[in-house]
């Protein structure tokens, strides 16, 4: 067999795509009085209940960042305009995303609205080049519909995604297979996907405070001191991703309801539950180790008519508090006078997985489990 020299030898061309601010970004465009402002779209204008989905860059100036509860983001900026969100809309833009995506390559791993992986190894106009493929779809969502993109491009998933936040917006990072290891080395725990606060903080407080450090243990210890994802440590950090592009892949969900034993008719009465079951809900996505980032509420009144209400984020949530506040503040959009509800439901969907699992479940517990 003839000896392949390391610059021939053949890798994955992984870029992912992520849209800058998507949601503020839209408002932006289409209402130019918006344009230069701090604006958060979702929460509420009262700051009371709710969550921001998205901040303009003008409001992250300020610190205000998705997930946050809208009493801090007037707290932040005073000033800051709330927008109510146009989901329509958003899923209008991002079906045409998708349109310019599937000029280059059909292996396209949709995150969320605003975000994907593609898979151009082998793309479909003879290219090449990862990089001027994403050069070239950065510049069509520009002249077509007029918003920015950032782009990462690797050889694997996990070092394409840290690569499209590195340099946002408007961003273009590469991280060549030669830049890969030592990349890792210098990357901050907490900028590890499946690393959160808690994770971090324990990490941390045994010294480990980057990927390098992390390089130091065997699996056997990662592993004894993280479970599962010690695993994906070990690996990752060596630069090891083998997860293919799933172009088909499957919706997932996770979450808990509870049908109660008399109606409940007080929004007091629905607080309290709401509480109960987003504790529920974020042990079971610790158990797991997921993280979403759609949260749906929902609701099955007396007369069994059922519905639901999502909100969406562009960042992976797991916290309780996100949860509960997001639910609440779901609840508060719908008109409950003289509404009785039988049950109450939360859930999460639009995960990134550290261990790919075949969860597709909602649990459905007594409260006192």
Partial sequence: MPFVPEAKLSHKKIIHIDMDAFYASVEQRDFPEYLGKAIVVGGSPEGRGGVVATASYEARKFGIKSAMPSKKAVQLCPDVLFVKPRFAVYKEVSTKIREIFRRYTDLIEPLSLDEAYLDVTNDKLDIGSAIDIAKQIKQAIKDELKLTASAGVSTNKFVAKIASDMNKPDGLTF???????????????????????????????????????????????????????????????????????????????????????????????????????????????????????????????????????????????????????????????????????????????????????????????????
């Fill in 175 to 369: 991280i060549g297979p030669s830049s890969i290891e030592a990349f890792m080395e210098k990357l901050p725990v907490e900028k590890f996907f499946g690393v959160g606060k808690v994770t971090a903080s324990k990490m941390k407080s045994q010294g480990l405070h980057t990927g390098f450090d992390l390089k130091q243990l065997t699996e056997s210890e990662l592993i004894k001191n993280f479970g599962k994802t010690g695993k994906f440590f070990y690996q990752i950090v060596r630069g090891i991703d083998n997860r293919e592009v799933q172009p088909h892949r499957e919706t997932k969900s996770l979450g808990a309801e509870d049908t109660f034993s008399h109606d409940l008719d007080t929004l007091e009465e629905m607080y309290e539950q709401l509480e109960k079951i987003s504790s529920l809900v974020a042990n079971r996505l610790q158990n797991h180790n997921l993280k979403g980032r759609t949260i749906t509420l929902k609701l099955k009144f007396s007369d069994f008519k059922q519905l639901t209400r999502s909100q969406s984020f562009p960042e992976l949530i797991s916290e309780q508090d996100i949860i509960e506040q997001t639910a609440k503040s779901l609840l508060n959009e719908l008109d409950m006078a003289g509404k009785k509800v039988r049950l109450l439901g939360i859930s999460l969907s639009n995960f990134y997985q550290q261990e790919r699992k075949a969860i597709n479940t909602t649990y459905q517990p007594t409260l006192f489990d």
